[in-house]
Structures are given as structure tokens and as C-alpha cells.
T-cell receptor, first 109, second 120 residues
Framework: QKEVEQDPGPLSVPEGAIVSLNCTYS??????FMWYRQYSRKGPELLMY????GNKEDGRFTAQVDKSSKYISLFIRDSQPSDSATYLC?????????FGTGTRLTIIP | GAVVSQHPSWVICKSGTSVKIECRSL??????MFWYRQFPKQSLMLMAT?????????EQGVEKDKFLINHASLTLSTLTVTSAHPEDSSFYIC????????????????FGPGTRLTVL
């Protein structure tokens, strides 16, 4: 069993829809949780960073962490075609990140 | 802020040659830099962790003699792929962790744009 599970997709939604991306994990020692966005042939870009259970909002993005269920989510409101990318969840005990496989998202105009 | 650069962005080389990739944190000091490789449609796999002034720590299965890492300063780390072969062709990405005590969260990692290596 992988430490971090993420549905690879692909996921296609119409422009303006709410997108929900999820990851589950098995290592209860993880305490830092991140979401990265990666465009094709580019490095990952940090979107959200959390270290506690609950919600964190930044513009159209909301990150949710449920440590009791070992489940994290990223919600994108009012999705735009420019949001089309691969979204990677990542988590760590300290500094070493463990990534999910990434979900490929396409926003259809 | 938190910009990480990599050079070159892409490189094509012949089998048996060595290739050096540079990773620089441009506007912050990084206690630690990480090197990843990513195959098409796959996630990032950590290769090694390097701290300024000390030897890199390699992940299991990564040959330290093949992937030489030097962390010369708080803003520069280099990865040298020695005697490259076609199976080393991949997307190599570095990341940098902020020096604790700065304005940024000390556990955040910021990634470079990646280097695409093709070995013929």
C-alpha cells in the first residue's frame, strides 16, 4: 500500500464548476500537508500549505485536512481554463515530502 | 519571493557523458535542497537531500556515485549525472527549503522549473 493515494484522473469539468481533489494517506505521523499545481513540463508550484486539521482558504482555493480520517482535499471554486494542470498532494513528517501521483485536471471552456 | 531557478532547462547528451544541473534559490537562503526525478505521467520521486556544507543523503536505490550532489552554499546545489545512459533520461527537479526564522514557513519547499535530460 502506498503511503499517499491520489486518483490520477483525468478529471474534466466545465468552466465555473467547483472542483474537488482528494488524497488519502496511511502514515499518521504526517503533520504537514501541501497542494502543488504542475503545468506540463514545469516544476510544481506551491498552492496551499497546512499543518493542522481544518480548512484553509486562499482566494478560490480551499484546503481541507481531516487527520482523524487521514484525508485531505483541495477545492477550487469558479474554475477557470487556466486551472487546467496536474495537482499533486504532498505531505511530510518533517522535511521529506511524500507525493501523491497527481490528478490531471482539465477545465472545459 | 521564493524563486528557485534551474539551469539548464533542457539538455541532450551522448551516452557516457556527464551532465551538471544547477539549482539556485534566488531570493532566499535554503538550509536544505532536494533533488527529484519525474518520469512522464508519474509523480516526483525524491532522489537525495542535501544540506549546505555536508554530504547528501540519498534515497534507497539511488546510486550516489552516479548522481553526485554538491551543495556549495545556501543558495546553490548541483546535481551531476555521471556517465549518463538512456535510462537516465528524465525530468529532474530541485526544491529548496527556507532557512528557519525567515518570513516564510520553514517547512515549505519551493520547486525549480525542472531540467529535462535526454541521453542519446
Amino acid at each position: 500500500q502506498k503511503e499517499v493515494e491520489q486518483d490520477p484522473g483525468p478529471l474534466s469539468v466545465p468552466e465555473g464548476a467547483i472542483v474537488s481533489l482528494n488524497c488519502t494517506y496511511s502514515n499518521s505521523a504526517f503533520q504537514y500537508f501541501m497542494w502543488y499545481r504542475q503545468y506540463s513540463r514545469k516544476g510544481p508550484e506551491l498552492l496551499m500549505y497546512t499543518y493542522s486539521s481544518g480548512n484553509k482558504e486562499d482566494g478560490r482555493f480551499t484546503a481541507q485536512v481531516d487527520k482523524s480520517s487521514k484525508y485531505i482535499s483541495l477545492f477550487i471554486r469558479d474554475s477557470q481554463p487556466s486551472d487546467s494542470a496536474t495537482y499533486l498532494c504532498a505531505m511530510s513528517v518533517w522535511e521529506k515530502l511524500t507525493f501523491g501521483t497527481g490528478t490531471r485536471l482539465t477545465i472545459i471552456p | 519571493g521564493a524563486v528557485v531557478s534551474q539551469h539548464p532547462s533542457w539538455v541532450i547528451c551522448k551516452s557516457g557523458t556527464s551532465v551538471k544541473i544547477e539549482c539556485r534559490s534566488l531570493d532566499f537562503q535554503a538550509t536544505t535542497m532536494f533533488w527529484y526525478r519525474q518520469f512522464p505521467k508519474q509523480s516526483l520521486m525524491l532522489m537525495a537531500t542535501s544540506n549546505e556544507g555536508s554530504k547528501a543523503t540519498y534515497e534507497q536505490g539511488v546510486e550516489k556515485d552516479k548522481f553526485l550532489i554538491n551543495h556549495a552554499s545556501l543558495t546553490l546545489s548541483t546535481l551531476t549525472v555521471t556517465s549518463a545512459h538512456p535510462e537516465d533520461s528524465s525530468f529532474y527537479i530541485c526544491s529548496a527549503r527556507v532557512l528557519a526564522g525567515g518570513t516564510k514557513q520553514s517547512h515549505e519547499q519551493f520547486f525549480g522549473p525542472g531540467t529535462r535530460l535526454t541521453v542519446l
